[in-house]
């Protein structure tokens, strides 16, 4: 009985696969096939983003409004080419979006709000379980430099807040607070990250896997920008920033950190560090009870004329290779093996 009934399910899924396959491109425009670890081919929906019209939808939110409260299946919004001038968030009980974009240079969101944190980022990731791909996020108040005379204020292109969440070829453009890897286990790969000051921040659990930090510091000379302000808040906390053979480049200088907390935990591992990066390395600050010892900012096996140690802050850790090995392994934000089973990854290029 048990048998027969597998093979039912079976056959019933064989089918449905065959029947999606044969139903012509204009089925198959709306549905892929994706396959999960170890799990039976499952599909999701997408849902087209297009602004002449030609999509389910001519904004971002508007697709996002559409999809159900607790999902709990993947569902795709493809957001072609186009600069979306709008705010977008994912709130916290839509889970399981992917969102997909035609390329990091073609699909752009871009909003201009500014000064409050909570609310000013171009895209709020609230969700658990998001993947976003191909597509820039931007803080247009004080970006580009170039072109705008508004005073400099934190201004951000992202806020991350939902767990398990992770960002392929993204890119994330502002001066000021660019990127609030706020809190939750994140990875980012291939992604851009632009700014002058404090432009990677919060208390996230996260790897950046071979991204571009891009430091635009140049206006402010002689004085440096800050890459990371990182704001692990106690010893035992799980957070930190490691940076995975990453290029960091630029104009101006910049240190590669500051402490928003006292027990802030950046690691640069197996990086190009060009001459952006300041001598000292990393700033001090002064944070309730705790001490420099506290801090955790560390580098590894780092390359380039930014790398040279010798000027470093006295109290940047030595990191062991035990903890250097734990914190760059993908066991460190996947222990369980979230990442292979969403609707897209990209784990082993
Ligand atoms: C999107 O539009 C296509 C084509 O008009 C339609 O078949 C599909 O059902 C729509 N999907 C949603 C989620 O609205
Ligand atoms: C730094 O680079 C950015 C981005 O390319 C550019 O807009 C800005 O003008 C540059 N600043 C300086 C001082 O060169
Ligand atoms: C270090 O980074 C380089 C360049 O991205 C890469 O080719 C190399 O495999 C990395 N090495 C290790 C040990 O991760
Ligand atoms: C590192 O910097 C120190 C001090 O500026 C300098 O003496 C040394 O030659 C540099 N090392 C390399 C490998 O460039």
């Known amino acids: 009985m048990e048998l027969l009934h597998r093979f039912v399910v079976f056959l019933v899924l064989f089918m449905a696969f065959g029947m999606s396959q044969s139903y012509g491109s204009a089925r198959r425009l709306h549905s892929a096939l994706w396959r999960g670890g170890g799990a039976a081919m499952t599909k999701y929906q997408t849902i087209v983003v297009d602004q002449s019209g030609n999509g389910n939808y001519t904004t971002i939110q508007a697709a996002i409004d559409a999809i159900p409260t607790n999902n709990m299946q993947w569902i795709c919004v493809y957001v072609k080419e186009g600069t979306y001038n709008e705010q977008v968030k ?5 889970p399981m979006i992917y969102l997909k974009g035609a390329g990091k240079r073609k699909t752009n969101v871009v909003w201009d709000s500014h000064k409050i944190i909570e609310h000013d980022a ?14 820039t996020f931007i803080n247009s108040y004080n970006y580009p430099l170039s ?7 934190s201004a951000l292109a992202a806020k991350i807040t939902g767990d398990k969440s992770a960002f392929y070829r993204v890119g994330f453009m502002g001066v000021q607070d660019t990127l609030w890897d706020s809190r939750g286990r994140h990875y980012f790969k291939l992604c851009s990250i632009r700014g002058a000051v404090d432009f990677i921040m919060g208390s996230g659990q996260s790897i950046y896997e071979r991204c571009t930090v891009s430091v635009i510091a140049g206006f402010l000379a002689p004085q440096p920008g800050f890459i990371t302000a990182q ?20 104009n101006g200088t910049a240190y590669l950190g500051r402490p928003w907390r006292g ?21 001090e600050g002064d944070f309730l009870k705790s ?9 590894d096996g780092c390359r380039g004329e930014g790398a040279n140690t010798s000027g470093r802050a006295y109290w940047e850790k030595k990191m ?14 996947d222990e369980e093996g979230w990442m292979k089973n969403q609707a897209f990854n990209m784990l082993s290029s």
């Open 90 to 94: 994912i709130p916290m009980d839509k």
């Open 122 to 135: 171009t895209f709020s990731c609230e969700a658990d379980e998001i993947v976003v791909k191909s597509m």
């Open 147 to 153: 072109n705008n005379n508004n005073k400099i204020e």
């Open 231 to 250: 704001s692990r808040d106690n010893a035992n906390h799980p957070g930190g920033f490691v940076f995975k053979d990453c290029n960091v480049v630029g």
């Open 263 to 283: 027990f802030a935990r950046v690691l640069f591992y197996n990086s190009t560090l060009t001459n952006v990066v300041v001598p000292k390395g990393w700033l």
């Open 291 to 299: 001490t420099m010892d506290d801090l955790v900012f560390a580098e």
């Open 320 to 333: 062991s290779k035990d903890e250097v090995r734990r914190l760059t392994s993908m066991s460190y934000i």
